[in-house]
Antibody, heavy 115, light 111 residues
Framework: EVQLVESGGDLVQPGGSLRLSCTAS????????MTWVRQAPGKGLEWVAN????????NYVDSVKGRFTISRENAKNSLYLQMNSLRADDTAVYYC????????WGQGTLVTVSS | DIVMTQTPLSLSVTPGQPASISCKSS???????????LYWYLQKPGQSPQVLIY???SRFSGVSDRFSGSGSGTDFTLKISRVEAEDVGVYYC????????FGQGTRVEIK
C-alpha cells in the first residue's frame, strides 16, 4: 500500500522560509516521478512542482518559480520542498503525491504565512 | 497551460440516482503514443484526495464499479451509476498531458 507522510508545515512570517519533507513507502520511490500539490483554504487543488526519478528534471508552476525548490533523496525514500520568500498567498495544505499523473496522495501538511 | 473546465460546479443527487460530471480541456490530451492522461479524484470532507479513475477510463484499485470514466480528445465525463451517501465530496479532473492542471472541482451532495 502506498504511504506518503508529509511534515514540516508551520506558521511563518511573510518573507520567511520553510522546508517540507515527505517520506514514501509501499512503492519503488526511485522509479517514480514525485509531485507537490497545494490547496489554499476553501479552494481547489493546484499543482506546484514535480521531479523526475533521478532528480535531473524539475518543473514548477509559474507562481513559485525562483522561490521554491523541489528535491529528492532516493536512498531515504524522501521528497522535499524548500520554500523561500513566502507570501500570504502561499498559505495552503501541501500534499506530497506519487507520479506525474497522480496515483497516490499524502495526508497533507499545513503552511500558514502570516504576520 | 492547459485549462480544465468542469461542469456543473455543484450537484445535488437523490440516493440511488445517477450523476454525471463533465470536464473539458483547452487542448487535446492525446499524446503521440496514443495515451490520454486524464484523471479523476474525489476529496471527501476533511480528507486528502483519492484516485478514482486514471487514463480516462481505468478504475483505480478498490474503486466501486459504480464509477466510470469516458471521453477522448478534449471532452471527458465521470459517471456515478447510483449515488450513495459515501460519494459526497468534491470531484476533480486533472490532465497529465503537459504540466498538470486541475479542474475547479464539482461539489456533490445528497438530497
Amino acid at each position: 500500500e502506498v504511504q506518503l507522510v508529509e511534515s514540516g508545515g508551520d506558521l511563518v512570517q511573510p518573507g520567511g522560509s520553510l522546508r517540507l519533507s515527505c517520506t514514501a513507502s509501499g512503492f519503488t520511490f526511485s522509479s517514480t516521478w514525485m509531485t507537490w500539490v497545494r490547496q489554499a483554504p476553501g479552494k481547489g487543488l493546484e499543482w506546484v512542482a514535480n521531479i523526475k526519478q533521478d532528480g535531473s528534471e524539475k518543473n514548477y508552476v509559474d507562481s513559485v518559480k525562483g522561490r521554491f525548490t523541489i528535491s529528492r533523496e532516493n536512498a531515504k525514500n524522501s521528497l522535499y520542498l524548500q520554500m523561500n520568500s513566502l507570501r500570504a498567498d502561499d498559505t495552503a495544505v501541501y500534499y506530497c503525491a506519487m507520479g506525474w499523473g497522480i496515483m497516490g496522495w499524502g495526508q497533507g501538511t499545513l503552511v500558514t504565512v502570516s504576520s | 497551460d492547459i485549462v480544465m473546465t468542469q461542469t456543473p460546479l455543484s450537484l445535488s443527487v437523490t440516493p440511488g440516482q445517477p450523476a454525471s460530471i463533465s470536464c473539458k480541456s483547452s487542448q487535446s490530451l492525446l499524446n503521440s503514443y496514443g495515451k490520454t492522461y486524464l484523471y479523476w479524484y474525489l476529496q471527501k470532507p476533511g480528507q486528502s484526495p483519492q484516485v478514482l479513475i486514471y487514463e480516462v477510463s481505468s478504475r483505480f484499485s478498490g474503486v466501486s464499479d459504480r464509477f466510470s470514466g469516458s471521453g477522448s480528445g478534449t471532452d471527458f465525463t465521470l459517471k456515478i451509476s447510483r449515488v450513495e451517501a459515501e460519494d459526497v465530496g468534491v470531484y476533480y479532473c486533472m490532465q497529465g498531458a503537459h504540466f498538470p492542471t486541475f479542474g475547479q472541482g464539482t461539489r456533490v451532495e445528497i438530497k
